[in-house]
Structures are given as C-alpha cells and as structure tokens.
C-alpha cells in the first residue's frame, strides 16, 4: 500500500503500528474524523489486552455474521472514517462475497467526509456506494445523526456496524435489523445490543469474515447452523474474561 510507512515486520508491534498510520492518513485525506484516533486508541487497549489475535469466540462470530449476510434479504456495510482507512479493500471484498451493500454511515456526517470515503472505496474496486442521498431516517435519534439511505440500510434487514456509536447502535436494533457488530470492546454498549458482537480487531475480522462467507456461501443449512450455534451472550462473556484473565505471552 503507497500510503504505509515503512515498519519492519519483525517489529514487536508491527500491526499496531501499521493501523496507527492508516487511521493517520486517514485523517490527512479527510476521510477520519479526528475522534477516529481517539477511537482507534481505546480498540487497541483492549486488542493488546486479547493478545491481538482472534480469539475462537471471535472466529465463532465472524462465521454467523457471514452466515447472516449471506442469507439476509438485503444485508448492507456500514462503513464509517476509521473503517474506510482500515480495511478499504477488504470491505469491498467482502461486499463482493456476499451481496452487501456498501453505505458511508457517519457519526460526524460532513458531505466533504462522506464523498471522500465513497471516493476512496471506489478507488479500492466498489462499483456502488450508498449513502450520499440520505433521504431515510434511524427514528429515535436527532437529525444529522439519523441520516441514512432509504434503499441502503433504511431497506436492510441485516446491517454490519464497525465501530458504531452505542445510540445508533440501539436505534437500529430497536428497528428490528439484525445487527452484526465489531468492536474490541465487548462492554461496549455497540456490542451489548449486537445480535452478533465481533469482538476483533477490524483489520482481522473483516477478511476472515469473508473467508467464512466463501466457505458457506451456496450451503443454506451450514448458514442456517452457524447463525443458531451462535450465542451472543457467551462470546461476550469469553472475550471479557480473555481481556480480565488472559495470559500475555
Ligand atoms: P459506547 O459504545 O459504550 O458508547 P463509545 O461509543 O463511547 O462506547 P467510541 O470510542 O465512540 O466508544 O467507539 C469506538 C469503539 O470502537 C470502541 O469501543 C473501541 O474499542 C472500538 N474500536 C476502535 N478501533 C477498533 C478496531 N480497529 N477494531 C475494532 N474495534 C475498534
Ligand atoms: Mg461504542
């Protein structure tokens, strides 16, 4: 990637690194807000905390979310500024596996910001970005917070959130679409409300949810499986107690 600085991969904290410098030059593009780097400091507290890497609760999640946008009627991505600096090609990717929708969803919601990130994803391969018209409502929330596409997530019925605020987060449930969220923070209020909480670091969730969308994809009862096997509650549970007990090597 020409914007990654050069880190050595033998670097204790390479990834760690790698990520600090894409939500940087996110910034510098205008695609992150500067609360994304804020944001991005609280995730890797608790990555650090799990020993960055995906835990099997994790891998668990990231299966039934793949089984969930794969048998979804119109499942869509939400994509806001730290996961557009993140993981800009992957999301694409996985949009691509499994039929999603791509929609720039903002908590900051600037035009500039929102034309930048669909620019930027259209760079990375998206044939289709929602999110520039705007002209559905989340109820429940004030007005710049509650925009969103009628035909994108308004239509959805299934909806992946990274990073989401903890509000929209519950306004969309309370919509009654299936949310399927990624945030490092399993206390987060994002992934308390999540039908399905990844608790995973972006930049490894979204490939491997993708991996398991190419292994289910075409198998309605392997998808089916996966979506009833899967408890939420418990993977909270698990990623907690592996950030309060977990050994660090
Ligand atoms: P709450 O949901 O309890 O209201 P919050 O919304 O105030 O918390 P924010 O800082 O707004 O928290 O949201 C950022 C969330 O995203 C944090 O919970 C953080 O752990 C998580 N996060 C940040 N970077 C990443 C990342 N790279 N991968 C996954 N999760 C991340
Ligand atoms: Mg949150």
Do not use: C, W
Not at 97 to 102: E, F, K, N, R, Y
């Amino acid at each position: 990637m020409s914007d990654d600085v050069e880190v050595p991969e033998s670097h204790p904290r390479y990834e760690s690194l790698l990520t600090r410098h894409r939500i940087e030059a996110g910034v510098d593009r205008g695609i992150t807000s500067r609360q994304g780097l804020i944001a991005q400091g609280r995730g890797e507290a608790f990555d650090y905390l799990l020993g960055e890497r995906t835990i099997d609760s994790a891998d668990r999640a990231e299966r039934a979310a793949a089984a969930h946008l794969l048998s979804a009627d119109h499942a869509v991505i939400s994509v806001n500024g730290n996961a557009a600096a993140l993981v800009p090609g992957e999301l694409v990717e996985l949009a691509e596996a499994t039929g999603a929708d791509l929609e720039v969803n903002l908590f900051n919601r600037t035009e500039e910001r929102i034309e930048a990130i669909a620019e930027y994803l259209r760079e990375h391969g998206a044939s289709e970005v929602k999110g520039l018209i705007a002209d559905g409502r989340i109820p429940g929330l004030d007005h710049e917070r509650a925009k969103v596409d009628a035909d994108g997530i308004g239509d959805a019925d299934v909806v992946l959130v990274p990073l989401e605020d903890g509000d929209r987060a519950e306004a969309l449930g309370e919509m009654g679409k299936t949310e399927l969220v990624v945030d490092l923070n399993p206390r987060s209020r994002s992934a308390e409300v999540a039908a399905v909480p990844i608790v995973d670091n972006i930049i490894r969730a979204v490939p491997n949810v993708t991996e398991h969308a190419r292994a289910l994809r075409g198998d309605a009862e392997a998808q089916r499986a996966a979506i009833e096997d899967f408890d939420a509650d418990s993977a909270r549970a698990d990623a907690e107690r592996t950030i309060r007990e977990g050994d660090l090597e």
